[in-house]
T-cell receptor, first 112, second 116 residues
């Protein structure tokens, strides 16, 4: 079991550029979550999917953020256009049952 | 809305000693789950221990144990025989017992330093 795999581990981009973060959940997990971690706001849920369907995206900051889960083994979080205030660590997590949440190692995004 | 509070931004403990991290939460629900997550410098969020609110018995995992006081809405983490590898940010988290309650509510975290 390779765990939840996120890529890239680090991303540095210029303001205005499009950024795509990727996540591969654990096989068999049917729920996937995207979190953002900043010093100011801590860990915030952005969106979660259940069986590839977005269930709650109320945490998505604004229209510049979008997330997709085209199949059970892959999800993306896209920011277009990126802004310096989007700089944060973005975590993906997946779960199979009521308890078993597993987090990825996160992507540290820096927008300059 | 549920809230989770960790009143200790930073804590330190001597190696091999015991330390307790505090967490309080606010909820009107009776069915919920509480978690402690560890985040070392590697950034990985690692589940340390979990407590179901309907269980009176405090959860334990090796050197980690909790003191769950449901009436007081308190959920502290005790680390015994502290090791250098325990140094990390520790987050207390709440999740509703409702199957649709997917969202964790995380506390602000406590940074634990372990002194050799």
């Amino acid at each position: 079991d390779a765990g939840v795999i996120q890529s890239p581990r680090h991303e540095v981009t210029e303001m205005g550029q499009e950024v795509t973060l990727r996540c591969k959940p654990i096989s068999g997990h049917n729920s996937l979550f995207w979190y953002r971690q900043t010093m100011m706001r801590g860990l915030e849920l952005l969106i979660y999917f259940n069986n590839n369907v977005p269930i709650d995206d109320s945490g998505m900051p604004e229209d510049r953020f979008s997330a997709k889960m085209p199949n059970a083994s892959f999800s993306t979080l896209k920011i277009q256009p990126s802004e310096p205030r989007d700089s944060a660590v973005y975590f993906c997590a997946s779960r199979r049952n009521f308890y078993g949440y597993t987090f990825g190692s996160g992507t540290r995004l820096t927008v300059v | 809305a549920q809230t989770v509070t960790q009143s200790q931004p930073e804590m330190s403990v001597q190696e091999a000693e015991t330390v307790t991290l505090s967490c309080t939460y606010d909820t009107s629900e009776s069915d919920y789950y509480l978690f402690w997550y560890k985040q070392p410098p590697s950034r990985q969020m690692i589940l340390v221990i979990r407590q179901e609110a309907y269980k009176q018995q405090n959860a334990t995992e090796n050197r980690f144990s909790v003191n769950f006081q449901k009436a007081a809405k308190s959920f502290s983490l005790k680390i015994s025989d502290s090791q250098l590898g325990d140094a990390a940010m520790y987050f207390c988290a709440y999740r509703s017992g409702d199957n649709y309650g997917q969202n964790f509510v995380f506390g602000p975290g406590t940074r634990l330093s372990v002194l050799p």
